[in-house]
């Protein structure tokens, strides 16, 4: 028989049936309220598309362990007035604005801070090009500028790139009888010339090793320093070689040249000989290059050549290029007499010099291999540094006037050159501790990061690798990460922070590049420059020293529109970022509660 609905509460002899319709009218409910897709997970991913001009595409359920969209996490109507706030532990309630005018679309924070640049007592030194961070941080995000696009790809990007994404034509136009850029359409192209390659960029890359067969491009020399590099090509070419430059110039007159190498996919950072040490360790790059690069090297008694051979590793090779190399008049003269004088107290040898048919001269120096030559000096000028802790420091760290020591292993014999490449990728790095627990740590590293990307980062984390060409990994460690991407046409900056173990050396050794950061400051690069930023458990370091909204807005300011990042860490700060990548509209997956992958989306808050 029928019970009438308004009995049926007051019956007390069912209470399965009553159990059981509560239970599925809350079940109904809450399906409703949160609209899963996905089995029910704590970890809560949201994902807000509707603001991208360009999303990225849709979310495979199925290479997330849930996916939840709930309506108490929604972000404001994009009308509300924006502000910033949360923290370390903030997981709700992150609103973003624009940068104000004065912050323009490639704002570069420690570089463009012009208040402290104009306090500053004196720029002889070039103290105006180095870091001057500000005291507060950014908390805003950068706009995308008009017209932006997609980059092109990579090798296509090597010679041109889209206009509207870096807008400076005073490079065209100053250097249009040289050819470094030239503006064609919506395009701008690398036609691969520069100051000094009369004949092409190739051509004066063979004339150096015709000048030195050692040299040997892409087996012998592998890493190497592009000084005063303008636009990159003499590393974008050598790339051919399989040689990894790191090139670099100041933020400067030059207009955006360092912004033309990376959103062309060739690496370079911004940096400048001063009054500070280079990011880079003692003893790593096998040879450094200036082509007319517009560096006293004579100055102050020979500083700025004191901070080459500090990081040119032993038995390496300074490469010059300049007119006085070549030229008699008074002016170049006294430079060359000059270079002599500070190249002999540094026991640096001439080793090549060479006219190339264009008229371009060019010498080649090579740092000594043993101490012996130090020692026999007649004067003890410069001397030798003390160097207490033995450790690399070059953070913030004034030039030296003095004389780098060599390396030595623990017997006290010099280090050895790497074995030639590809060998010396996964060979026992020279500057590796010699005892068995640090080879067998360097071994465990590399076997667990080729696994770990075979097994996740290819297949499990959604990243579109066809359209990545510049790859940061953040917390870089013995470089594995970039190690195990070695074979792809991609490029990685292994950075190493300046609060965990120094590997910098080591990842150096291994034929690969690298610098040193403190990630509570802001990096030396222009915004949109990277595709893919990797952090391996470097957020634990940086949770007490600072705010991760302001790591994230930087990582934001870094990384280009439709970029991935991919962070390896614990539950609990996966957690915390994720809650931040949300606020910014970024699609966010996680992959067996130890990685989450964000995709940035093209979103910019509306209101200033």
């Not at 080591?506 to 893919?532: A, K, V």
Request: hydrophobic fraction near 35%.
């Amino acid at each position: 028989m029928a019970i009438p609905v308004e009995h049926f509460f007051k019956q007390k002899k069912y209470p399965f049936i009553l159990s059981l319709s509560i239970l599925l009218i809350s079940v109904t409910l809450f399906l409703i309220t949160t609209d899963i897709t996905t089995t029910f997970n704590p970890f809560v991913i949201y994902s807000d598309l509707k603001h991208q001009p360009q999303p990225p595409p849709p979310l495979n359920p199925a290479e997330s362990d849930s996916i939840t969209i709930s309506k108490q996490e929604k972000l404001p109507p994009k009308e509300q007035e924006p502000l910033v706030s949360g923290g370390n532990n903030s997981n709700v309630g992150i609103y973003w604005k624009l940068c104000k005018e004065s912050v323009t679309v490639d704002y570069i924070p420690c570089l463009d801070n012009y208040k402290a640049i104009k306090d500053l007592k004196s720029r002889r030194h070039m103290e105006h090009r180095e870091r001057h961070c500000p005291e507060t941080s950014l908390n805003c995000l950068l706009p995308i500028p008009k017209g932006y696009k997609k980059p092109v790809r990579w090798p296509k990007s090597r010679d041109m790139i889209w206009y509207d994404n870096v807008p400076y034509s005073k490079l065209v136009e100053y250097k249009k009888d040289q050819h470094w850029v030239v503006k064609s359409g919506e395009y701008l192209k690398f036609p691969g010339g520069g100051t000094q390659f009369k004949d092409g960029v190739d051509h004066y890359i063979d004339f150096i090793e015709k000048a030195l067969a050692k040299i040997q491009w892409g087996k012998h020399v592998r890493v190497v320093l592009d000084v005063g590099c303008g636009v990159a090509s003499f590393g974008g070419y050598l790339l051919d070689k399989n040689v990894i430059t790191m090139s670099f110039a100041p933020k400067d007159e030059h207009e955006a040249q360092i912004q033309f190498a990376l959103e062309r996919g060739i690496p370079a950072t911004l940096s400048v000989i001063g009054t500070q040490k280079l990011t880079f360790p003692d003893n790593g790059f096998d040879l450094i290059h200036c082509a007319r690069c517009r560096v006293h090297w004579d100055a102050d008694g020979g500083k700025p050549l004191y901070e080459l051979n500090r990081i040119l590793r032993p038995g390496g090779y300074f490469a010059w290029s300049a007119t006085p190399v070549y030229r008699d008049d008074d002016r170049d003269q006294k430079v060359w007499k000059a270079m002599v004088a500070i190249t002999k107290a540094l026991c640096w040898k001439v080793v090549a010099k060479a006219d190339d048919s264009s008229g371009i001269g060019l010498v080649i120096y090579q740092k000594p291999t043993s101490s012996s030559c130090y020692k026999k000096r007649k004067e003890n000028n410069p001397p030798i540094c003390e160097n207490v802790d033995g450790k690399n420091s070059s953070w913030y760290s004034r030039l030296n006037s003095c004389l780098t020591p060599l390396p030595v292993d623990g017997k006290g014999k010099a280090l050895s050159w790497p074995t030639p490449w590809p060998q010396r990728l996964t060979s026992k790095p020279p500057s590796l501790r010699h005892d068995s627990d640090a080879i067998d740590e360097f071994n465990k590293d590399s076997k667990h990061w080729s696994q770990l990307v075979s097994d996740v980062y290819d297949n499990g984390l959604s990243i579109s690798w066809s359209s990545v060409r510049n790859v940061m990994d953040m917390n870089a460690g013995y470089a594995g990460f970039a190690a195990a991407l070695v074979d792809r046409p991609i490029w990685v900056m292994n950075v190493v922070p300046i609060d965990v173990p120094d590997t910098l050396s080591i990842i150096l050794d291994r034929g690969l590049i690298g610098t040193y950061h403190d990630w509570c400051e802001s990096f030396n690069t222009y915004p949109r420059t990277y595709d893919l930023l990797h952090a391996s458990f470097l957020f634990k370091h940086l949770d007490q020293r600072c705010d991760l909204v302001d790591v994230v807005v930087e990582i934001d300011r870094i990384l280009r529109p439709d970029g991935h990042l991919v962070i390896h860490d614990s539950m609990e700060m996966l957690s915390k970022l994720s809650a931040i990548l949300r606020s910014l509209h970024w699609s966010v997956t996680l992959h067996q509660n130890h990685f989450i992958a964000g995709r940035k989306s093209f979103w910019r808050p509306t209101s200033l």
